[in-house]
């Protein structure tokens, strides 16, 4: 039988550890926040997202700008251009862990997982 202090002691061990992941779960910032910087995904592409919400994609010797926009818990969607083609994508299933970002998105019909790292 639970005696009133070892209840006291487990009630007050699962408040400090409830108290803590709150604390550490509010400090994240918003996506629109977090996601801005310049991203590097180790192979030819660098992608540069701005706090008004432009962007710059140095792909290879090719440059594109356009704009970002949050559409959702974990997602954005990418509008550019290049040699006035439209390119509009969406990364999806965004999570960034310190200086790594990834998502997922669509080319030619197939899932693609991206990885990217913070440049500084």
């Known amino acids: 039988m ?3 202090k070892r209840f006291v002691t487990q009630a007050s061990c699962g408040f400090v550890a409830l108290c803590l992941l709150l604390l550490v779960g509010g400090c994240s ?3 629109d926040e977090a996601i801005v ?3 590097d995904d180790g192979e030819d592409s660098v992608t540069e997202l701005f706090p008004d919400h432009t962007m710059v ?3 290879g010797n090719q440059q594109m700008s356009g704009q970002w926009a ?3 818990k974990d997602r954005i969607k990418l509008e550019m251009k290049y040699a ?3 390119i509009i994508m969406t990364w999806d299933n965004l999570k960034i862990d310190g200086d790594m970002l990834t ?3 669509e080319n030619k019909g197939k899932e693609v997982t991206l990885q990217a790292k913070r440049k500084k």
């Open 103 to 105: 998502c997922t998105y």
């Open 2 to 4: 639970y005696s009133v």
């Open 70 to 72: 949050v559409v959702g």
């Open 57 to 59: 994609v140095n792909h």
């Open 29 to 31: 910032k918003p996506l």
């Open 37 to 39: 910087g310049k991203w």
């Open 84 to 86: 006035g083609i439209p």
